[in-house]
């Protein structure tokens, strides 16, 4: 059980490689926390816009039971986050945006992944302007007191929450990860020249 995992980590972890490298050619120090969450919603972001357009517009309406956010209304759910949150730090959404309903506003997979990219447009470009002094802002929204840090390390974990939960519902409709699959086809081109030079 532990070899699997292990293979699984390194791979997620290189998968990452180049987004760290981004990230810390952005001009932020790589320490800094303001460039640490950068890092890790990006990594979220490329991978929600791909899955979101690897996925067949028949299948945005698919849910695995009733009652369960359907495909398309999961990526709606990340990009209501990623407008929503940032207006409890005064920060101004779209015209037009509003939390509630959000995430049934729209059907069409076009629309949906112009939603899903523009929202992560807007929350990197919050967290971009904010400086390390604006981290230490007190903030307050659904009734918990934190900091501006700790809203931006809410949207994190809330789209890798719903990254994994769009790959699960991904598979389940036989869609691989676009990530995966470019993983597997550089090992197999891999494996066929060494067996090529043996």
Request: no cysteine; proline share 6%.
């Amino acid at each position: 059980m532990r070899r699997p995992f292990a293979i699984a980590l390194t791979i997620a972890a290189l998968a990452a490689l180049p987004i760290v490298a981004a990230a810390q050619e952005g001009g932020a120090p790589a320490s800094s926390v303001k460039s640490e969450i950068l890092v890790w919603i990006s990594d979220a972001e490329g991978k929600l816009n791909e899955l979101a357009q690897a996925m067949p517009e028949g299948k945005y309406t698919w849910r695995p039971g009733k009652d369960v956010r359907s495909v398309g209304e999961i990526y709606l759910h990340v990009a209501s986050a990623n407008f929503g949150i940032p207006s409890f730090l005064g920060v101004t959404p779209p015209e037009g945006f509003k939390f509630e309903g959000y995430e049934k506003s729209m059907t069409k997979k076009e629309d949906i992944t112009k939603a899903l990219q523009a929202s992560f447009v807007h929350v990197k470009s919050v967290i971009e302007k904010s400086s390390d002094a604006d981290m230490e802002q007190p903030a307050e929204f659904f009734g918990m007191k934190t900091t501006r840090r700790g809203a931006f390390l809410l949207i994190l974990s809330h789209a890798h929450e719903h990254l994994g939960q769009s790959i699960a519902y991904a598979r389940s409709n036989g869609v691989t990860p676009p990530w995966t699959a470019r993983q597997v086809a550089a090992a197999d081109a891999k494996k066929k020249a060494d067996a090529e030079k043996k």
